[in-house]
């Protein structure tokens, strides 16, 4: 079994006595990713904002390299190495994008035995960003501000990394060149990548694997076995958008015409 960086046990958590996540728990390894896919207000943003630290959980545990984060502070959550790029790509929209990047150094360069600054290694990761360096982050389109969202992240020096829809609102071949970002970023940096979207079809190429989100709880999906019938029922219930299959390129059916 390989090392876990990040263990989330039995977590709970929601607003105002509400319990959006139900006992939900994981682990994720260097280079390795978790997919969690469930629809509009499945509570995958709440999942993600409670490991950050913006939402205080009413119960579970959250450790990073064994180390209980649980009760941190978000910013003593990114100076660990967790970094959240939320949904909506949230640049600063009047800076440039060399201003953005730098307002990401901030949590890596307080961490300990991160001295190595990583802007040019983001650089040739991101060589579109490159060339903008000095334009304004609101005059990009989505897709160049999703990269930015992510590489001002990556500037943090992230063991972790939660994204929030990476494909809302792009275009299909934007998604497949940021799908192509996230992957590089989990096989060749060895961050571990938590991403979260409606469609199934959008994290498995970035994580190869994902996991639905059903009242509050994570189920696993084996799309390899034979209970297609319960599949499609915990797809329904999620009411994430059903996936292709890799091999016939159709959408996943039991078999009656939809
Ligand atoms: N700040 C908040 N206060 C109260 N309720 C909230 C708050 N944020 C989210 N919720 C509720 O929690 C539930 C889960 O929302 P959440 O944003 O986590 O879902 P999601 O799966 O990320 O959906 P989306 O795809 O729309 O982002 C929803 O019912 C939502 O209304």
Redesign the pocket.
């Known amino acids: 079994m390989s090392e876990s960086l990040l263990t989330v046990e039995s977590l709970v958590a929601?607003?105002?006595g509400s319990r959006?996540i139900d006992d939900v728990s994981f682990s994720v390894g260097p280079g390795e990713g978790l997919g969690v896919v469930?629809?509009?207000?499945?509570?995958?943003?709440?999942l993600l904002r409670t490991i950050s630290g913006l939402v205080a959980p009413a119960s579970g545990r959250i450790l990073l390299e064994g180390r209980d984060i649980t009760r941190l502070s978000p910013d003593r959550i990114a100076r660990a190495g967790v970094l959240h790029v939320p949904?909506g790509r949230r640049v600063f929209s009047g800076l440039t994008v060399h201003e953005n990047l730098r307002t990401g150094t901030i949590a890596g360069a307080a961490r300990a035995g991160s001295s190595a600054d990583p802007y040019d290694a983001v650089l040739d990761l991101f060589p579109r960003l490159r060339e903008r360096l000095n334009q304004q982050a609101q005059t990009m389109s989505g897709g160049e501000q999703q990269m930015l969202a992510i590489a001002r992240a990556l500037m943090g020096r992230p063991s972790v990394l939660l994204v929030?829809?990476p494909a809302m609102g792009l275009a299909p071949v934007v998604v497949k060149r940021v799908a192509e970002h996230l992957r590089t970023i989990r096989e060749h940096w060895g961050v571990a990548l938590v991403v979260?979207e409606?469609s199934a079809n959008n994290v498995d190429g970035i994580v190869g694997g994902h996991q639905l989100l059903v009242d509050g709880r994570l189920r696993e999906v084996d799309s390899g076995g034979s209970d297609r019938a319960n599949l499609l029922a915990a797809y329904r219930a999620a009411g994430a958008d059903v996936p292709t299959t890799a091999r016939s390129g159709r959408a996943l059916t039991d078999g009656k015409n939809e």
């Open positions: 929601g607003y105002h959006v469930g629809a509009n207000g499945a509570g995958k943003s709440t949904e929030d829809e979260a409606q």
